[in-house]
């Protein structure tokens, strides 16, 4: 199965769902873009989204596609965010989408899972800046953008983490036991 993108506006929960698959036993693949921010801030000329998006969408589009690489070796792998939210993300900075960015949103599995925001976990910290309303703003681009590029968005509904990860293995036609 191609690697499984789960993603939507910052504070969604996505993190969470991701991690409930890996005590599954499933293979994830954290966020890349909040890895590298907190990689990029350590350094004295870190390449940041708020101060160089396109470099810090160049460094995320070489991790990505590493992570998609690896995720080929493994039956189902599960993404937490993936190429196509580079490409809302410039959207969203009000940068251009190159085409390496848009070829390389292919061989994702064509399903993705899309988590909304939610007011009661969401947490404005140094690596997610923005307001709950600048959230929501990026949830909607990061929708449109998965649409104009092909993929089924499956919008997966607020609940408990073992409901959440109960209805995307039900959507894509696999049971789990002992979820959480």
């Avoid at 196509?84 to 994702?108: F, Q």
Wanted: charged content about 20%; hydrophobic content about 40%; aromatic content about 10%.
């Amino acid at each position: 199965m191609r690697p499984i993108i789960i993603t939507g506006g910052p504070g969604a929960g996505k993190t969470t769902l991701v991690n409930a698959f890996a005590k599954q036993g499933i293979m994830t693949f954290e966020e890349g873009s909040r890895y590298l921010i907190e990689q990029q801030s350590q350094l004295d000329a870190g390449i940041l989204p708020w101060t160089n998006l396109p470099g810090f969408a160049r460094l995320c589009l070489q991790l990505m596609n590493q992570q998609k690489q690896q995720a080929y070796n493994h039956p189902i792998a599960f993404m937490d965010r993936a190429i196509p939210d580079i490409c809302a993300y410039l959207k969203v900075g009000g940068c251009e989408v190159g085409a390496e960015y848009v070829a390389s949103c292919a061989d994702y599995h064509s399903q993705v899972f899309v988590c909304r925001p939610e007011a009661s976990i969401y947490v404005q910290d140094e690596i997610r800046p923005h307001s709950f309303e600048e959230a929501l703003q990026i949830h909607d681009t990061l929708i449109e953008t998965y649409r104009e590029l092909g993929f089924d968005v499956i919008e997966v509904p607020w609940g408990s983490i073992t409901q959440r990860v109960q209805f995307i293995a039900m959507t894509l036609g696999f049971v789990l036991n002992d979820i959480c």
